[in-house]
């Protein structure tokens, strides 16, 4: 069965320091997301992107997230200057024609020290 | 606030037992409804959507849910549970035909033998 992956599963770094997330969503897929869960609170929508351009975000992605889908497989989510807020699960998803049903990925877990 | 609330943050019920999660919401426009279950380890994984039609809908491994619309309820059951059943459960929800999912806090479910 297809699946979504991503890595790392676990990154520890520095409080200031940029973090890449990567993603490999479903190949046929065309809509694609990020979703964060910081420790004992919700499942939050960060961003969706669609034909190359981002569709939807909501408040929590400030001017320090990025996401790029740099070669065509690849979906990355870039914090540039991390804090110590931004740690959490982030769960990458996609979706094929429709948005319908999301498909997620095992998630990266981080932790900014 | 478009928002999702799920009332029971953490149950514990015993093999054969019927299970019931609330889940609400509040918007008087068009939504999307779905329960997403993780397994310990795993990813969020779709167990059943409503997007129109019967309000009572059939997911995998024997749950359903019942769209109530003047309740602005979306609550998951399931007669008879079994210990494979042990999970993070979630309720989400898209508003007015957007792409993100908005979810609720989750109901972590304990079955014991």
């Known amino acids: 069965e297809p699946e979504v992956t991503q890595t790392p599963s676990h990154q520890v770094t520095q409080m200031g320091q940029e973090v890449i997330l990567r993603c490999v969503p479903i190949s046929n897929h065309l809509y694609f997301y990020w979703y964060r869960q910081i420790l004992g609170q919700k499942v939050e929508f960060l961003v969706s992107?669609?034909?190359?351009?981002?569709?939807?975000k909501s408040e929590i992605f400030d001017d320090q997230f990025s996401v790029e889908r740099p070669d065509g497989s690849n979906f990355t989510l870039k914090i540039r200057s991390t804090k110590l807020e931004d740690s959490a699960m982030y769960f990458c998803a996609s979706s094929g024609p429709g948005a319908g049903e999301l498909f997620f990925g095992e998630g990266s877990r981080l932790t900014v020290l | 606030a478009q928002s999702v609330s799920q009332h029971n943050h953490h149950v514990i019920l015993s093999e054969a037992a019927s299970l019931e999660l609330g889940c609400n919401y509040s918007?008087?426009?068009?939504?999307?409804l779905f329960w997403y279950v993780q397994y310990p380890g795993q990813h969020l994984q779709l167990l059943l959507k409503y997007f129109s039609g019967d309000p009572l809908v059939k997911g995998i491994k024997g749950f359903e849910a019942e769209f109530i619309k003047s309740k602005f309820s979306f609550n998951l059951r399931k007669p008879s549970v079994q210990w494979s059943d042990t999970a993070e459960y979630f309720c989400a929800v898209t508003f007015n035909s957007g792409y993100a999912l908005n979810f609720g806090k989750g109901t972590s479910l304990l079955v014991t033998p």
């Open positions: 992107f669609y034909n190359n351009e981002i569709s939807e």
């Open positions: 918007y008087g426009g068009t939504v999307n």
